[in-house]
């Protein structure tokens, strides 16, 4: 065939009502360049064939007339091993699937190189007519897993297609908490993005279990109470099983990754249940105070110390506590938290290194956390950590001067306190380079 047969003007003219600007565009080199079983392959459509090409784009019209002159096989692949049945369902073109699902050659079961079906792109993007007209096909299987073990209704879980689940879950033979690879299931994936609408289809099902694990330990709702999907979270602890308070392999909970992510109306949630751990502790001894008093969450922190069994003052590996932290990161409303909340917090607590609050906090430079831990009498300004170094020193090093001038204001500071390496603030201040420190504290030696 040297060319486009002569009918073919005509035929587009009165029928070609599709995408059309792709298939005008390609009807010029056409005449060049089609012969049959040959197959158009540039640069520049990467490989793709013309019948990809119009399958992706919607253009039903002059597919079907490629498809009349046998000028292509609808069961080619090109990229990534997709056929045009594929592409088409991908992009939830109805008429040219059903075009090609016409032809007794297609194959409904094509996978491209992940294993993956017509149905499951169809089903990822949502596509809930063309996902109908692949299941009215007695080929097609509806619970095809593909090479990450995933199955359509995990697509359509994953991206909140709930007409498309609601499709799938009607057939008795597709499995509702079906495992992939990770041994993530439909339901963990609809947690995870927050699609309320499909957990509640899901949670209809008998077949799912709301407990059901992942291959790191985490349930739905350790995911919906990490990613702050309250409605989810409300949700999943309505079930009469839920797990409130399942750890994962790192032995976390929802509430821990909740308060960490300072996800509030989640946390409030799971406080609310007396079957929640509220000081849970990471790896290191952490506690989920600790992290929100690092963090600065102060709305996470009121809700944790409302708690009568969370330890304001607890301790990690490195033997530091929450109002270490909230120091060291100068969160100055958490510090006033921690230290009117429970009156047994010690504020002049020292960790590991013999750091104590005040010291974090002169080292960075937080004026009002220094200023709040001074107002108290059971803190000693002249603390010496492992090193031997005072916050007067740390201070004087950083060049905080307005910190250094709050110690020096105190008559239990001693400006001439040397360190294990025998360096006094003076010393400090002056190897940094921080002249008017330097002046004050010659000033205040001197007077």
């Not at 059901?212 to 409300?234: F, Y």
């Not at 952490?286 to 301790?315: E, I």
Request: net charge neutral; aromatic share 6%; glycine share 6%.
């Amino acid at each position: 065939m040297g060319g486009l047969p002569e009918t073919y003007s005509s035929w587009n003219a009165e029928s070609h009502r599709s995408n059309g600007i792709l298939a005008r565009s390609q009807a010029a080199p056409l005449s060049a360049r089609l012969r049959k079983d040959h197959y158009l392959k540039t640069e520049d459509d990467k490989s793709r064939g013309m019948m990809h090409l119009l399958a992706a784009a919607g253009d039903c019209v002059l597919l079907e007339f490629l498809l009349h002159q046998k000028f292509y096989d609808p069961k080619e692949k090109y990229e990534h091993g997709m056929t045009p049945l594929s592409f088409a369902a991908k992009h939830g073109h109805k008429k040219v699937v059903q075009a090609l699902l016409d032809r007794p050659e297609s194959d409904t079961q094509s996978r491209d190189d992940y294993g993956r079906t017509p149905l499951s792109h169809a089903a990822c993007n949502g596509h809930k007519d063309v996902v109908r007209l692949l299941l009215a096909r007695p080929s097609t299987k509806a619970d095809w897993r593909d090479q990450a073990g995933r199955t359509p209704l995990s697509y359509a879980a994953q991206n909140g297609h709930n007409e498309v689940v609601q499709m799938l879950l009607s057939l008795p033979h597709v499995k509702a908490s079906s495992r992939d690879e990770n041994g993530l299931t439909p339901i963990w994936h609809a947690a995870w993005g927050g699609y309320k609408d499909v957990v509640q289809s899901l949670l209809s099902r008998p077949d799912v279990d709301v407990n059901e694990r992942d291959n790191d330990g985490s349930t739905a709702l350790w995911r919906a109470a990490w990613r702050g999907h309250a409605e989810v979270v409300k949700l999943l602890l309505a079930q009469p099983n839920i797990e409130a308070d399942a750890k994962a392999a790192n032995g976390l909970t929802p509430l821990w990754y909740a308060a960490w992510n300072g996800n509030t109306d989640v946390v409030r949630m799971l406080l609310a249940r007396p079957d929640v751990e509220a000081d849970v502790r990471d790896k290191n001894g952490s506690t989920t105070l600790s992290h929100a008093a690092s963090t600065g969450n102060k709305a996470v922190a009121q809700l944790l110390l409302a708690r009568p069994d969370v330890n304001a003052d607890s301790r990690n590996r490195d033997d530091r506590s929450p109002l270490s932290y909230a120091a060291e990161h100068g969160h100055a409303d958490i510090v006033k938290l921690l230290l009117l909340a429970r009156p047994h917090v010690k504020a002049d607590s020292m960790d590991g290194n013999g750091s104590t609050p005040l010291w974090y906090a002169a080292s960075r430079g937080h004026k009002e956390v220094v200023e709040l831990l001074l107002a108290r009498s059971d803190v000693k300004v002249d603390s010496r950590g492992n090193c031997g170094s005072t916050p007067l020193s740390q201070a004087a090093w950083g060049g905080h001067r307005e910190i250094v001038q709050l110690l020096l204001a105190r008559k239990d500071v001693s400006v001439d306190t040397r360190d294990k390496y025998g360096q006094s603030p003076l010393d400090y201040a002056a190897e940094s380079g921080h002249e008017r420190i330097v002046q004050l504290l010659l000033l205040s030696r001197d007077g």
